[in-house]
């Protein structure tokens, strides 16, 4: 069973168990070590092709929210927050292939005691993460001649990356968005900072101690997360922190137009920030849960975005989990459902599992084929939709209602 199962509520409380040890890689093990950790020359996944017309490039970025001290680690002052930029760009341009994972964070990601492993069953030292490619160039110039873009945030499920949908993210970005994938510091089980720091999950040993609030423990993640990507549009809409950004790229996102995804927790950030911030006009939630557990562990309790609803569009997408399916299956996305006045929609994903909403759909079938995970761990995490069909359904989906809503486009 993963790590982390579907929903923020159900992964916090099987993480007490799982990621309660991924604190000693990264810190301990030198750089060369983590590097031959992470598998050097053996088997690698590859991302599926982007299907939109234009070429993808990618851009990284370190933001420090000054008026925000660490809501995890305020001893360590102000909270710092990785982004990445996908967007249309020129093609023809050089540059360099951007990794999937940067190297630091692949070699915790495939140890024993990382997300590869714990999540998806791939065992540690099997696969090389580092080696697996995008089809995106490093600081590319935006394509030219084409007007504003929409934005589209992406938040990930809790304690995987913001890297685990790049192959979502990519064809978003080649059909003509500017896509901005947050991590969320302390909540993901790794996040690679400047300096060579590599900041780790603090969720694990909060679950662990004797009478910790699991309730209000994630309470405060969504907070956080929320936060964060409030923090993110912020940052988006300041004239001076935007000149860093490649050439063009500052001129074409049209604030005007944003929306946001998510899979797992991070389809409940999505939600959750449509319902507390009106810059985002629509938004997808891709399997995650909207309550938390009740005092004590017992029952739950509704989010207020699911007890207030939501008055502008949204799109739910379910899996044939056993603690999944449409809003009629789960009391949060009912409530949802019932308090809404927006346009809605609910999908579900034929012979699905919670992992196949993410990149697994396209890496973990590839490495079970180079004898790098074992089959029944691929089933496990993707149950028997062929893969091919999980990530075209994902995308297509996706960007359809982003088409709707953020271009207007049948």
Do not use: C
Not at 140 to 161: C, F, I, K, Q, T
Not at 276 to 303: K, Q, Y
Request: proline residues 7%.
């Amino acid at each position: 069973m993963p790590a982390y199962e579907r929903g923020l509520k159900r992964r916090a409380v099987v993480a007490a168990g799982v990621l309660a040890v991924t604190s000693l890689l990264g810190t301990t093990a030198p750089k060369a070590a983590a590097h031959e950790a992470a598998g050097a020359g053996r088997p690698h996944g590859q991302l599926p092709a982007p299907t939109g017309p234009y070429a993808v490039g990618t851009t990284t970025r370190h933001l420090v929210d000054d008026k925000r001290r660490d809501p995890w680690q305020p001893e360590r002052g102000p909270r710092e927050v990785m982004v990445s930029f996908w967007y249309p760009a020129e093609r023809g341009h050089g540059g360099r292939t951007a990794p999937h994972m940067d190297e630091r964070a692949a070699a915790h990601f495939g140890s024993a005691t990382g997300a590869g492993s714990l999540n998806y069953g791939v065992p540690a030292g099997k696969a090389d993460w580092a080696a697996t490619r995008t089809h995106a160039r490093v600081d590319a110039p935006v394509a030219r001649g084409s007007g504003s873009y929409p934005v589209v945030l992406y938040s990930a499920g809790l304690g995987d990356p913001r890297t685990w949908n790049t192959g979502l993210v990519e064809d978003l970005a080649s059909r003509g968005y500017v896509v901005v994938t947050v991590d969320h510091t302390y909540d993901s089980s790794e996040v690679a900072l400047p300096g060579g720091r590599l900041a780790k999950s603090v969720l694990p040993e909060l679950a662990q101690k004797p009478g910790t609030d699991i309730g209000a423990v994630l309470r405060k993640a969504m907070k956080a997360r929320v936060d964060d990507t409030r923090f993110v549009l912020d940052t988006l809409g300041d004239a001076k922190r935007r000149t860093s950004l490649p050439p063009g790229l500052a001129n074409t996102m049209d604030l005007r137009r944003v929306g946001m995804a998510g899979h797992s927790a991070g389809g409940f950030t999505a939600l959750q920030t449509m319902h507390d911030d009106r810059r985002i006009r629509a938004a997808v939630n891709m399997d995650g849960t909207l309550e938390f557990p009740g005092p004590g562990g017992s029952g739950s309790e509704l989010s207020t975005v699911a007890r207030d609803g939501l008055d502008r569009p949204f799109l739910l997408m379910g899996t044939e989990s056993p603690d999944s399916g449409d809003h009629h299956r789960q009391p949060s996305w009912a409530a949802l459902w019932e308090n809404s006045t927006g346009w809605r929609d609910d999908v579900t994903l034929r012979g699905s599992r919670h992992g196949s909403y993410t990149d697994a759909s396209a890496l973990l079938p590839s490495l079970a084929a180079q004898g790098a995970v074992p089959p029944e761990a691929v089933r496990e995490r993707l149950g028997t939709v062929r893969p091919e069909r999980a990530v075209a359904a994902t995308r297509t989906h996706v960007a359809a209602f982003f088409d709707r809503f953020l271009r207007s486009r049948a």
